[in-house]
C-alpha cells in the first residue's frame, strides 16, 4: 500500500477558476503535512504547512486536513496563470518526508 | 532570504564512478536531508542527518551511499560506484528544529546521469 497517494492530473482550469488539490494517506502517524510547489527540473518549494488537523489560509491558498478521514487538500481561489505549477503533498510523522506523485496544474488565461 | 544551495547544477558520470553532490543548508538548520527525483516519479527519502550522525535512512540508502558534513556549512552526498539507475535529481533539504515544525526548505537539485 502506498503511503501518499495523489491523482497526477494533469489539471487544467481557465483563470480565476478555484482548483482543487487532494491527496490521501494510510499512515496514521502522520503528523505535518505540506504542500510543495514545483516547476519542471527544479527543487519543490514550501507553499503551505500545516500541523494536524484543520484549516490554514494564506491569500488565495487554503489547506485542508482531516486526519480522520486520512485527507488532505489545498485550494485555490482566483487561480492565476503563475500559479501554473506541479503541486506535491508532503507528510511526515516528524522526521521523513513521504510525497506524493504530484499533480500538474495549468492555469489558461 | 537564506535558502539552501547545490553545486553542480548537473553532473555526467560513467558508471562505475565515484561522485559528491554537495550542499550548504541554510546556516542556523540542524537537520539536513538528502532526497531523489528519477524523472516523471516521486519525490524520494534518502537519508537524514542530524548532529553529525545520520538519523534515519531509507532502503534506497544502501552501501553505495554515504553522507558527511565536512565542515560548518557543507553537507554532501557521495555515490561510491555509480549505475545507470542513479540517473536522477538530487535534492538537498535543511530544517531548523526537531518535529515537522520549521519544515523542511529544499535546494534547486542536482541532476545526475550516469551513462
Known amino acids: 500500500q502506498k503511503e501518499v497517494e495523489q491523482d497526477p492530473g494533469p489539471l487544467s482550469v481557465p483563470e480565476g477558476a478555484i482548483v482543487s488539490l487532494n491527496c490521501t494517506y494510510s499512515?496514521?502517524?502522520?503528523?505535518?503535512f505540506m504542500w510543495y510547489r514545483q516547476y519542471s527540473r527544479k527543487g519543490p518549494e514550501l507553499r503551505m504547512y500545516?500541523?494536524?488537523?484543520g484549516n490554514k489560509e494564506d491569500g488565495r491558498f487554503t489547506a485542508q486536513v482531516d486526519k480522520s478521514s486520512k485527507y488532505i487538500s489545498l485550494f485555490i481561489r482566483d487561480s492565476q496563470p503563475s500559479d501554473s505549477a506541479t503541486y506535491l503533498c508532503a507528510m511526515s510523522p516528524g522526521n521523513q518526508f513521504y510525497f506524493g506523485t504530484g499533480t500538474s496544474l495549468t492555469v489558461i488565461p | 532570504e537564506p535558502e539552501v544551495t547545490q553545486t553542480p547544477s548537473h553532473q555526467v558520470t560513467q558508471m562505475g564512478q565515484e561522485v559528491i553532490l554537495r550542499c550548504v543548508p541554510i546556516?542556523?538548520?540542524?537537520?539536513f536531508y538528502w532526497y531523489r527525483q528519477i524523472l516523471g516519479q516521486k519525490v524520494e527519502f534518502l537519508v537524514s542527518f542530524y548532529n553529525n550522525e545520520i538519523s534515519e535512512k531509507s532502503e534506497i540508502f544502501d552501501d553505495q551511499f554515504s553522507v558527511e558534513r565536512p565542515d560548518g556549512s557543507n553537507f554532501t552526498l557521495k555515490i561510491r560506484s555509480t549505475k545507470l539507475e542513479d540517473s536522477a535529481m538530487y535534492f538537498c533539504?535543511?530544517?531548523?528544529?526537531?518535529?515537522?515544525?520549521?519544515?523542511?526548505?529544499f535546494g534547486p537539485g542536482t541532476r545526475l546521469l550516469v551513462l
Open positions: 533539504a535543511s530544517k531548523e528544529t526537531s518535529g515537522g515544525q520549521e519544515t523542511q526548505y
Open positions: 500545516t500541523y494536524s488537523s
Open positions: 499512515n496514521s502517524a502522520f503528523q505535518y
Open positions: 546556516s542556523n538548520h540542524l537537520y
